[in-house]
């Protein structure tokens, strides 16, 4: 069963070895854990449901509680300190576009708010309750997740958008085909969530980012049934799909998505390299990206992630001989760690790592062969456990993520992890801040900066903290000149930054059409648009 108050599977565990936890107190001091609240403390406190009975809505405490809130840090303060606030006061299975279509009109026949709810692995806020006086239901899209069609000869797959990322593979796999988009989140996120909040997947150097990925499908909106049919391209205007891409549920609820699928892979390998500075690693991961080979993957860590991931990796005899050989190799205490991965025909992807291997060493990369890189591959969605064993020991972590040009990626860097460590010198704490450029192009990097720091004893000192953070990480982006998100959408944490990134006009813009298809205002309030500008 999925944790309610923390991430993933209540049966998997990620235990943080004697050295792990030694290098967390070294770094920022000794963690204090904290009592959590229980599951059925925080249910017995929600208050009775405001929605009358209806054959589609559960009005259940538990099924409430385990809806109310996403995976983002406010969230986890939320449900650990058990002070969850508002929750939905139903949440609906709808089996079909048509009973969705029939929720909406009941919900502005009763002037209820409606929040779509796909995996709950939000972490900017989206599934955040609004407290403005009108109930709230929250419609799970997790029964529409059946493969629907497949055309073998155009390559498109079209699916209920509440199918789970595991689920989306399996049935694809069977007919010897991929979506190959794979967030961290992939084991608890749905394809309609990807849609709405403009994901990006680990080897989305090869299979593209969502938007490419997405090529039709259905939109239930209060105004109305958004078909968006299916072309290989198309100049007729405004791309209706770019309308729906990124909207975090405010048009609608994506019911059915169509997405561009790939041939199975006969073959992956993932590789490490390490560089002895930033300087040499950002100038070769540049040159990759800029060189167009058809890689996967391509993940660079900064020095200190380099260290942190090599600390609590756990395996230290292991590390001690890579550490012997490395130095041996001039990578020294500021080594950069890239992993370079390649998909396709054997024969392809043998040429692609050479190929890659040729550059990186051009800029004294040393190799060390596939072993790290099928660790990484064995583990890629199990690192975000972590999370849950920080805080077992006393110790929060939060990430930021934003992508710039080349020339602005080593200041934005330094930039975000100067911000949060700064933050929290204001209250006596010390911050761990690490960082990597998670996706390439040939134009710039996303850039993803991880927070690690103590966890206080109370709700109010939590939340006091992460706002001091998240005001100073955020700025920084903005005064660096970063988009706000480059993978994890706006919701309400990011919303009050947005304005800087599109300007007076374009939220004008895009407060209008929020209106044209949510006349009322009842579609996720308070996400993505807030203030004036926003719907009624």
Same mark, same amino acid.
């Not at 001091?468 to 990480?473: E, G, N, P, R, S």
């Given at each position: 069963?999925?944790?309610?108050?923390?991430?993933? $599977?209540?049966?998997?565990?990620?235990?943080?070895?004697?050295?792990?936890?030694?290098?967390?107190?070294?770094?920022?001091?000794?963690?204090?854990?904290?009592?959590?609240?229980?599951?059925?403390?925080?249910?017995?406190?929600?208050?009775?449901?405001?929605?009358?009975?209806?054959?589609?809505?559960?009005?259940?405490?538990?099924?409430?509680?385990?809806?109310?809130?996403?995976?983002?840090?406010? $969230?986890?303060?939320?449900?650990?300190?058990?002070?969850?606030?508002?929750?939905?006061?139903?949440?609906?299975?709808?089996?079909?576009?048509?009973?969705?279509?029939?929720?909406?009109?009941?919900?502005? $026949?009763?002037?209820?708010? =409606?929040? +779509?709810?796909?995996?709950?692995?939000?972490?900017?806020?989206?599934?955040?309750?609004?407290?403005?006086?009108?109930?709230?239901?929250?419609?799970?899209?997790?029964?529409?997740?059946?493969?629907?069609?497949?055309?073998?000869?155009?390559?498109?797959?079209? !699916?209920?958008?509440?199918?789970?990322?595991?689920?989306?593979?399996?049935?694809?796999?069977?007919?010897?085909?991929?979506?190959?988009?794979?967030?961290?989140?992939?084991?608890?996120?749905?394809?309609?969530?990807?849609?709405?909040?403009?994901?990006?997947? /680990?080897?989305?150097? &090869?299979?593209?980012?969502?938007?490419?990925? !997405?090529?039709?499908?259905?939109?239930?909106?209060?105004?109305?049934?958004?078909?968006?049919?299916?072309?290989?391209?198309?100049?007729?205007?405004?791309?209706?799909?770019?309308?729906?891409?990124?909207?975090?549920?405010?048009?609608? =609820?994506?019911?059915?998505?169509?997405?561009?699928?790939?041939?199975?892979?006969?073959?992956?390998? !993932?590789?490490?390299?390490?560089?002895?500075?930033? /300087?040499? +690693?950002?100038?070769?991961?540049?040159?990759?990206?800029?060189?167009?080979? *058809?890689?996967?993957?391509?993940?660079?860590?900064?020095?200190?992630?380099?260290?942190?991931?090599?600390?609590?990796?756990?395996?230290?005899?292991? =590390?001690?001989?890579?550490?012997?050989?490395?130095?041996?190799?001039?990578?020294?205490?500021?080594?950069?760690?890239?992993?370079?991965?390649?998909?396709?025909? *054997?024969?392809?992807?043998?040429?692609?790592?050479?190929?890659?291997?040729?550059?990186?060493?051009?800029?004294?990369?040393?190799?060390?062969?596939?072993?790290?890189?099928?660790?990484? %591959?064995?583990?890629? !969605?199990?690192?975000?456990?972590?999370?849950?064993?920080?805080?077992?020991?006393?110790?929060?972590?939060?990430?930021?993520?934003?992508?710039?040009?080349?020339? &602005?990626?080593?200041?934005?860097?330094?930039?975000?992890?100067?911000?949060?460590?700064?933050?929290?010198?204001?209250?006596?704490?010390?911050?761990?801040?690490?960082?990597?450029?998670?996706?390439?192009?040939?134009?710039?990097?996303?850039?993803?900066?991880?927070?690690?720091?103590?966890?206080?004893?109370?709700?109010?000192?939590?939340?006091?903290?992460?706002?001091?953070? %998240?005001?100073?990480?955020?700025?920084?982006?903005?005064?660096?000149?970063?988009?706000?998100?480059?993978?994890?959408?706006?919701?309400?944490?990011?919303? *009050?930054?947005?304005?800087?990134?599109?300007?007076?006009?374009?939220?004008?813009?895009?407060?209008?059409?929020?209106?044209?298809? $949510?006349?009322?205002?009842?579609?996720? *309030?308070? %996400?993505?648009?807030?203030?004036?500008?926003?719907?009624?």
């Amino acid at each position: 069963m999925q944790r309610w108050n923390g991430w993933g $599977d209540e049966g998997i565990t990620h235990v943080l070895s004697g050295e792990a936890l030694g290098f967390l107190r070294q770094r920022v001091g000794a963690g204090q854990p904290i009592l959590d609240a229980g599951f059925g403390a925080v249910c017995a406190g929600v208050p009775a449901s405001r929605l009358a009975p209806h054959p589609l809505i559960d009005t259940t405490p538990a099924v409430r509680v385990r809806h109310a809130l996403g995976q983002s840090l406010p $969230d986890w303060f939320k449900l650990r300190h058990g002070r969850i606030g508002a929750v939905p006061d139903g949440v609906a299975f709808p089996d079909s576009g048509e009973q969705v279509r029939a929720l909406f009109d009941h919900a502005r $026949d009763n002037s209820i708010v =409606i929040i +779509a709810h796909g995996g709950g692995t939000s972490v900017a806020g989206h599934l955040t309750v609004p407290d403005d006086g009108r109930p709230v239901l929250a419609v799970s899209m997790t029964h529409l997740r059946a493969l629907h069609s497949l055309d073998r000869e155009a390559q498109l797959a079209t !699916f209920g958008a509440g199918v789970y990322g595991p689920d989306l593979e399996a049935q694809l796999r069977a007919h010897g085909y991929t979506l190959g988009h794979y967030p961290q989140s992939f084991e608890y996120s749905t394809l309609g969530g990807w849609i709405a909040t403009r994901s990006s997947g /680990q080897q989305s150097l &090869r299979y593209g980012r969502i938007e490419q990925l !997405f090529a039709g499908g259905v939109v239930e909106t209060p105004g109305g049934t958004l078909a968006l049919p299916t072309f290989p391209a198309s100049a007729a205007g405004i791309d209706l799909r770019e309308m729906v891409l990124g909207s975090e549920g405010r048009l609608g =609820i994506i019911t059915e998505a169509t997405v561009r699928v790939s041939p199975l892979p006969a073959h992956e390998a !993932f590789h490490a390299v390490f560089f002895p500075g930033w /300087q040499q +690693a950002q100038a070769a991961v540049r040159q990759l990206a800029q060189a167009r080979l *058809p890689l996967s993957l391509l993940r660079l860590s900064n020095a200190l992630e380099t260290r942190t991931m090599l600390a609590l990796a756990g395996h230290a005899r292991q =590390i001690a001989w890579l550490q012997r050989y490395l130095h041996l190799r001039g990578c020294g205490e500021g080594q950069c760690m890239l992993m370079v991965g390649a998909s396709g025909a *054997p024969a392809a992807v043998r040429a692609a790592i050479r190929s890659a291997l040729a550059l990186a060493r051009a800029e004294k990369g040393v190799h060390v062969g596939r072993r790290m890189g099928d660790k990484w %591959k064995q583990g890629r !969605f199990r690192n975000v456990y972590l999370r849950n064993a920080a805080w077992e020991h006393g110790y929060v972590i939060d990430t930021v993520e934003t992508a710039v040009d080349w020339p &602005r990626v080593a200041a934005m860097m330094a930039a975000l992890e100067q911000a949060g460590t700064a933050a929290l010198e204001a209250f006596g704490e010390r911050v761990h801040a690490y960082t990597h450029l998670s996706h390439l192009y040939a134009q710039g990097a996303s850039v993803y900066t991880t927070y690690v720091w103590l966890l206080a004893g109370t709700y109010e000192q939590n939340m006091a903290r992460w706002r001091a953070l %998240k005001h100073a990480a955020s700025s920084a982006i903005v005064a660096h000149g970063g988009t706000i998100s480059h993978q994890h959408g706006v919701g309400t944490d990011h919303a *009050p930054y947005l304005a800087a990134e599109k300007g007076a006009l374009g939220m004008a813009a895009i407060g209008a059409l929020l209106r044209q298809f $949510d006349p009322q205002g009842i579609m996720n *309030p308070g %996400k993505l648009l807030q203030g004036a500008g926003a719907p009624p």
